[in-house]
């Protein structure tokens, strides 16, 4: 069994920053591609970043340039660094990631941006 643990939200304000972490229980190098979803109230959850086990990686257009998605294998960690936050960007977080047949979700962390 795989688990996925995510940490690092908060409250923040408008133009912050924050970094999310991923901890996983089992190396992430064995992991396909991994990605981290947000799902704001009453919206669908979407995908934001997304990370490939060679390190290519896509974003969504609402956070190019401002979301960064690595990948620490050594930690078994994924990251996403989060700058200029906006308002929109108030969500809770979600990583997940491929590992041999299953996909396995973490339980999400608050992220709040609000003056």
């Known amino acids: 069994q795989v688990q996925l643990v995510e940490s690092g939200g908060g409250s923040v304000q408008p133009g912050g920053s924050l970094r999310l972490s991923c901890a996983a229980s089992?190396?992430?190098?064995?992991?396909?591609?991994m990605n981290w979803y947000r799902q704001a109230p009453g919206k669908e959850r979407e995908l934001v970043a997304h990370?490939?086990?060679?390190?290519?990686?896509n974003y969504a257009a609402s956070v190019k340039g401002r979301f960064t998605i690595s990948r620490d294998n050594a930690k078994n960690t994924l990251y996403l660094q989060m700058n200029s936050l906006k308002p929109e960007d108030t969500a809770v977080y979600y990583c997940?990631?491929?590992?041999?047949?299953?996909?396995?979700w973490g339980q999400g962390t608050q992220v709040t941006v609000s003056s």
């Open positions: 997940n990631g491929g590992y041999g047949l299953g996909v396995y």
């Open positions: 990370i490939t086990s060679g390190g290519s990686t």
């Open positions: 089992r190396s992430i190098f064995s992991f396909n591609a």
